[in-house]
């Protein structure tokens, strides 16, 4: 037996995973829309972290959606209560909360003041593939809405996975989607990886994978060490690992 302390899912966390999956689900339909250039088209919209990490937001959304009402099903036996709480509380919504961290600090800095490092064939903000409302709704509200739910919906805790599973899962993320885009990519095709600041030659491509891990754990521990203060519907449940 192991002990889980969950928080029983507020209206607000409700709320909030709604109005995600709908912004985001918008914003992903918009984006996946856009024609991209040659040197991007043939691997498709798929190589795009954004378009990873807001797949990711979207299931975290319908998780969550899921859970809240399996929390108040009174039909809902305590051990799969117990389960669904952890898998959405502690798995789906981590994963999509750094990936999202992550995205947002990236994005935002180039796309405002170096926006030729981030889209091909892009030299001004003018002249952007889509408009700002799509942009916003994929690299801005998700983490907004995501940082909501975990801090300001009450149904927030401190995350059960510890910081060296963080460690082991952010890395292994990493690597698979450096092995991913080699897959996806051959540079003797023309074909070009989905930012421009990736198109390097070794070693300085995986050193820049390499600060990107250390920065997307790095957000999981901040969160960590800052975890929400509002935890007064705690309970405890148990179930069978």
């Keep these: 037996m192991s002990s889980l302390i969950s928080t029983k899912p507020t209206r607000f966390t409700l709320a909030l995973n709604t109005l995600c999956l709908l912004t985001s689900s918008w914003g992903f339909f ?71 961290s992550i995205v947002t600090t990236v994005y935002w800095p180039l796309r405002l003041f170096f926006v030729s490092l981030i889209m091909h064939g892009v030299d001004s903000t003018a002249k952007a593939p889509f408009p700002i409302t799509v942009d916003m709704a994929i690299h801005l509200y998700p983490i907004l809405y995501l940082l909501a ?22 890395t292994s993320l990493a690597f698979s989607y450096f092995q991913y885009l080699a897959f996806l990519i051959d540079a003797k095709r023309g074909q070009a990886y989905p930012y421009p600041f990736l198109d390097l030659e070794e070693p300085y491509k995986s050193i820049i994978f390499a600060v990107v891990s250390i920065v997307t754990w790095g957000y999981y521990v901040l969160y960590q060490n800052f975890p929400p203060k509002n935890i007064k519907k705690q309970t405890v449940k148990g179930y069978k690992s």
């Design 30 to 100: 918009r984006a996946t829309s856009v024609i991209l250039p040659p040197c991007l088209s043939k691997a498709g919209h798929k190589q795009f972290l954004t378009i990873i990490s807001i797949i990711a937001t979207i299931i975290n959304n319908a998780i969550n959606i899921s859970n809240y009402f399996i929390q108040n099903n009174s039909g809902s036996s305590p051990q799969f209560k117990a389960k669904a709480d952890f898998v959405s509380r502690h798995i789906t919504l981590p994963v999509s909360l750094v990936l999202e």
């Design 149 to 170: 739910d975990h801090y300001l919906s009450g149904s927030g805790l401190r995350f059960k996975l510890s910081n060296k599973v963080a460690w082991l899962i952010v």
